[in-house]
């Protein structure tokens, strides 16, 4: 056991105000794809792609919430918090991506708003969590730059619509998984393994950010706070060769530092170019566009499930020109004798309180923090006694890294109900409320009742 492990056993008591939340995202709960003039996303398109989803697996019913959303809020108030993270579907919004305005889909997010709202539950909205619409990635994708501008008219029509009740909002969920995992691995939608398709994509998601941003000041009201959210996973050496410390370095940079750096710091980290100087040319890099990008957030999200352990390998193209810019040369490692997740995930809280007291040393003007995602993931048992385990280990990390100095606002669980969860199907579980898929039932675990109880003494 670390020394942060030992000390963090027991959270002490969260202050006054903390903001105490459930994360969700649309694609992954909301089923009814085909209702009331919903377009298609690249998720629905990927799902039925062989092999792409674990046991050909999709969205298409998911947990049906478009129609049980009533439910899932009487959860949440059952479970006693106060916030709320959802994301709005694009393709709902604008089936085409742009252009004609589907009043439909924003009616089902300003019904679930006003729900929300009367129950006492400060809604979060996520504008964009991996759902493109096809007939955009049917023109190119996040890899052009006609997309980031698309980006910056669905959140203003979104914003037009419920911008009266909704204060706080996230531009993005985790632009790597979108621009990497999407486009560069090709684990998720839309499938592709490039490299300067990768690279382009994560620009172009940066810079929808920051035209979106500043669409959303012009049209802000006073108490309107508008940030993103990042999946934060710092990077362990496997060994202390000198080629593990550098296949770390350069995940480093493709996870975490080539998106912190261009939105808290305003520039591209130094060895962008070097890393993949042979893959792109950054053509699609405009000047101006890193103004927009660095513009100042009113707070940072922060997703956090593990640390990275990384170690040098080959790369699976020899040839640079042809490499994807996921081919790293770095393969990821389970240390001996590490906690696992039920889905075999590394558990290390003390990687939460690093990602955090290093943002603050790092960028000494960081906004305030929401944890935004954190959580769990098994087979779905309902004694989940793991889960517990990790919520309670990484609630004192960020309890410790508030004493230490970070300015941590909120906390939401991922997830209030077990889900679709990408490219793994439902067979990987992260809710605090169990779902039958064959009945939609809803059935709080062990964790639910052991979150309200948390929240109830010591939130
Ligand atoms: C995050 C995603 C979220 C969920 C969790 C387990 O990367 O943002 O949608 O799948 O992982």
Request: glycine share 10%; net charge negative; aromatic share 10%.
């Amino acid at each position: 056991m670390t020394a942060i492990e030992e000390e963090t056993a027991v959270p002490e008591a969260f202050p006054a105000g903390f903001v105490w939340g459930t994360a969700t995202a649309a694609y992954q709960i909301e089923g009814a794809v085909d209702a009331d003039g919903r377009g298609p996303s690249i998720w629905d398109t990927f799902c039925r792609m062989p092999g792409a989803v674990e046991r050909g697996e999709s969205g298409e019913f998911a947990c049906d919430h478009y129609h049980r959303w009533r439910e899932d809020v009487d959860l949440m108030a059952d479970l006693g918090v106060g916030a709320y993270r959802f994301s709005v579907a694009w393709p709902r919004v604008l089936p085409e991506g742009g252009g004609a305005v589907n009043q439909r889909g924003l009616d089902f997010y300003r019904r679930l708003v006003d729900e929300l709202r009367e129950r006492g539950i400060e809604p979060f909205v996520t504008l964009y969590h991996w759902d493109l619409p096809q007939a955009l990635e049917d023109r190119g994708g996040w890899r052009v730059r006609d997309t980031a501008e698309r980006f910056a008219d669905y959140a203003e029509t979104v914003h037009d619509a419920i911008g009266d009740r909704v204060s706080r909002w996230i531009t993005l969920n985790e632009p790597y998984c979108s621009a990497i995992v999407g486009y560069g691995e090709g684990r998720h939608a839309p499938g592709a393994r490039e490299g300067d398709g990768a690279l382009a994509a994560v620009h172009h998601l940066l810079l929808g950010h920051g035209l979106a941003v500043a669409r959303l000041r012009a049209l802000a009201r006073p108490d309107q706070r508008i940030g993103i959210t990042l999946n934060m996973s710092p990077t362990v050496p496997a060994s202390s060769s000198p080629a593990d410390a550098d296949a770390a370095r350069r995940m480093d940079l493709l996870v975490n530092r080539q998106f912190t750096e261009p939105l808290l710091g305003g520039r591209y980290p130094a060895d962008l170019a070097d890393v993949f100087g042979r893959i792109s040319g950054f053509a699609f890099q405009r000047d101006g566009d890193l103004a927009l990008i660095g513009a100042p957030l009113d707070f940072l999200g922060v997703n956090y499930y593990y640390r990275l352990h990384v170690a040098a390998a080959p790369y699976d193209q020899p040839d640079p020109a042809l490499r994807s810019a996921f081919d790293l040369g770095t393969r990821t490692v389970t240390p001996p004798g590490a906690r696992t997740s039920g889905l075999g995930w590394v558990v290390e809280p003390e990687g939460l309180h690093q990602t955090l007291t290093g943002l603050v040393r790092r960028y000494p003007e960081l906004p305030p923090v929401y944890i935004t995602e954190n959580g769990y993931g098994d087979d779905g048992a309902l004694e989940d006694t793991g889960r517990i385990d990790y919520l309670r280990d990484h609630l004192a990390a960020i309890r410790q890294a508030m004493t230490d100095g970070v300015d941590i606002r909120g906390y939401f669980c991922w997830s209030l109900i077990d889900n679709f969860e990408w490219a793994r199907g439902y067979a990987a579980r992260f809710g605090l409320v169990h779902v039958d898929y064959d009945t939609q039932a809803r059935t709080p675990k062990a964790s639910f009742r052991w979150l309200r109880e948390f929240v109830r003494s010591r939130g």
